[in-house]
């Protein structure tokens, strides 16, 4: 294997040195105003998971400036905890994945809730996720609309059932590959994604003798196994923090953002091929931003969790630029270095 074809994998002490500071060199100014456009479609809700406050708040996508919540899940009864994965079903269905913080071999459990659940309410069921899942290291929750999800679980991704219940392994599993300068390689994932044809994307990193590449998967809709992806794509220009979040748009545009400072959000147009590539976009904001999630809306606006707020992008946002709003709510939203994953749902 060539090693040299690949980026050095930095050591804690270098990623913690890089969280400290604000190093990061900006990519070139452009509209600081438009950020990327906006949207004038009527405004949907962004429903919100908050691991380090234990609850699920929304708020009008429209809000900017210092809000409140529409609608509050939060108390005992609800069972919510830490976690790395939350959606929401077309029928209005939360499903929020969660686990013990304080300990490493605690279940990974589903939280399903009904429609409109609000206060300290009980989910209307529960399931324990088996299955080669360690808590802290399974990310991300993505519906595939047709009664499964999905879970990223270090080198696969796991498909349960929505109905699930009680005790229950998974339905499919996918061990992941990524494209590489030596071809594909087995793959470690950070996070899932479905587009809206239910194509399967993984955020996935190959580490091999201390190097590494990061990039994207996609897998069609029915892959099992060892299947070979339809697409990967890795990009030496992605941060050595791999990304947590992964976001597709309704136009196939994705998204990854890394939790490492200042780095930003990065776009790859829907036409993006497989092999080494260099993203389409780039966008950031602020001075030492930390994105813990990132989500897009059916007119392609992006949004991402970042410290106690929600910044809105547009669609063609490039460059560092300012966001068309920012929504901000320090009593309920707490997105921290350790938190990532998928967090933020517009629905």
Request: glycine share 12%.
């Amino acid at each position: 294997m060539n090693l040299n074809s690949y980026l050095s994998v930095p050591a804690l002490a270098v990623a913690l040195t890089l969280s400290a500071c604000s190093s990061f060199a900006a990519p070139p100014l452009a509209d600081e105003h438009a950020g990327g456009g906006a949207s004038s479609a009527a405004s949907p809700l962004i429903y919100a998971f908050s691991p380090d406050k234990s609850l699920v708040a929304s708020y009008s996508a429209g809000d900017r400036g210092r809000t409140r919540p529409i609608s509050l899940l939060e108390g005992a009864q609800t069972q919510l905890s830490a976690g790395n994965g939350m959606a929401i079903d077309s029928d209005g269905s939360l499903y929020v994945v969660v686990y013990n913080a304080t300990s490493s071999s605690g279940p990974l459990k589903l939280l399903v809730f009904a429609p409109n659940a609000h206060g300290d309410t009980a989910p209307e069921r529960t399931a324990i996720l088996r299955g080669p899942v360690l808590v802290g290291h399974a990310v991300g929750l993505a519906l595939d609309g047709h009664g499964n999800f999905w879970v990223a679980a270090i080198g696969k991704l796991l498909r349960y059932p929505t109905s699930a219940k009680g005790r229950v392994r998974p339905n499919e599993s996918i061990s992941l590959q990524l494209d590489t300068p030596d071809g594909y390689m087995p793959a470690n994932s950070s996070n899932v994604a479905l587009d809206a044809s239910g194509n399967i994307y993984c955020s996935c990193t190959v580490v091999f003798h201390g190097n590494q590449a990061i990039g994207v998967s996609e897998y069609a809709p029915g892959s099992r196994g060892n299947a070979t992806p339809i697409r990967s794509f890795y990009d030496f220009a992605l941060p050595e923090v791999p990304p947590g979040s992964i976001a597709i748009d309704g136009s196939g545009t994705i998204y990854l953002a890394s939790s490492l400072p200042n780095t930003g959000v990065f776009a790859y147009a829907s036409n993006t091929g497989s092999g080494s590539v260099t993203y389409t976009r780039r966008f950031a904001w602020g001075s030492g931003t930390t994105i813990s999630t990132i989500a897009t809306d059916p007119t392609g606006n992006v949004y991402a969790g970042a410290k106690s707020g929600i910044a809105v992008f547009g669609p063609n946002a490039n460059g560092h630029v300012r966001p068309l709003r920012t929504m901000v709510d320090a009593r309920h939203l707490a997105y921290g270095t350790g938190t990532y994953g998928t967090l933020l749902n517009v629905h």
